[in-house]
T-cell receptor
Framework: AQRVTQPEKLLSVFKGAPVELKCNYSYSGSPELFWYVQYSRQRLQLLLRHISRESIKGFTADLNKGETSFHLKKPFAQEEDSAMYYCALRGGFKTIFGAGTRLFVKA | DGGITQSPKYLFRKEGQNVTLSCEQNLNHDAMYWYRQDPGQGLRLIYYSQIVNDFQKGDIAEGYSVSREKKESFPLTVTSAQKNPTAFYLC????????????FGPGTRLTVL
C-alpha cells in the first residue's frame, strides 16, 4: 500500500539552527517524491521535488530508497521558514500526502 | 496568486442539504483534483479528472460527486450522504497525471450547522 509518514506533527527550532523534517514512504514501484509548503494565509505550493535535485530557499531533500525516506533539511533555519510542510508521493495517477509537520522557528 | 480560484471561501450548510464548491483554472491544465484537508490527516483525495468528461474516484469519494464539462472547471458537490462534511476543501490542477507538480487553489471551508 502507498503510504507517507511524517512522524512529527510539530517541530520547533531556534533561528540559525539546523532543521530536518522527516518523511518515510511505502511504495512498491519507483516513486516520485515532493515537498509542499503552506505559509500562513497562503495557498499550498510546491517546495521541491526529488527528480529536480535542486535547493529551494536553502532546503534540500535526498531520496534514500534503502531507507525509504525523503527527509527535508536546511542547515540554518530562518523565521520565515515557519510553515506547514507536507511530504507527498506520486505513484501512478495519485498523489499521497503525509499528515504534515508544522515547523516553528523561534527568534 | 491566480491560476486556480475556488469559491466561496467560507460556506455554511444545514444538515440534509447538498452544496456545490466551485473550482476554476486558467492554466490550461488537463488534470484537476479535489482534496479534503482535516487536522492531523493531511490531504485526502476525493476525486480527480484527467480530461474533460472523465473523472475517477479517489480514496474518500463516498458522499461526493463531481463533473468535468469544461477543461477549466471541476465543481464538487457535497451531498447529504456525506456523514462528516465539515472540512477544508482544496482544488488542484496539473498539466497531466504522471509526475507533475500540482497547483492548488486557496480552499473552501465548509461548515455544516
Amino acid at each position: 500500500a502507498q503510504r507517507v509518514t511524517q512522524p512529527e506533527k510539530l517541530l520547533s527550532v531556534f533561528k540559525g539552527a539546523p532543521v530536518e523534517l522527516k518523511c518515510n514512504y511505502s511504495y512498491s514501484g519507483s516513486p516520485e517524491l515532493f515537498w509542499y509548503v503552506q505559509y500562513s494565509r497562503q495557498r499550498l505550493q510546491l517546495l521541491l521535488r526529488h527528480i529536480s535535485r535542486e535547493s529551494i530557499k536553502g532546503f534540500t531533500a535526498d531520496l534514500n530508497k534503502g531507507e525509504t525516506s525523503f527527509h527535508l533539511k536546511k542547515p540554518f533555519a530562518q523565521e520565515e521558514d515557519s510553515a506547514m510542510y507536507y511530504c507527498a508521493l506520486r505513484g501512478g495517477f495519485k498523489t499521497i500526502f503525509g499528515a504534515g509537520t508544522r515547523l516553528f522557528v523561534k527568534a | 496568486d491566480g491560476g486556480i480560484t475556488q469559491s466561496p471561501k467560507y460556506l455554511f450548510r444545514k444538515e440534509g442539504q447538498n452544496v456545490t464548491l466551485s473550482c476554476e483554472q486558467n492554466l490550461n491544465h488537463d488534470a484537476m483534483y479535489w482534496y479534503r484537508q482535516d487536522p492531523g490527516q493531511g490531504l485526502r483525495l476525493i476525486y480527480y479528472s484527467q480530461i474533460v468528461n472523465d473523472f475517477q474516484k479517489g480514496d474518500i469519494a463516498e458522499g461526493y460527486s463531481v463533473s468535468r464539462e469544461k477543461k477549466e472547471s471541476f465543481p464538487l458537490t457535497v451531498t447529504s450522504a456525506q456523514k462528516n462534511p465539515t472540512a477544508f476543501y482544496l482544488c488542484a490542477s496539473s498539466m497531466g497525471l504522471a509526475g507533475d507538480t500540482q497547483y492548488f487553489g486557496p480552499g473552501t471551508r465548509l461548515t455544516v450547522l
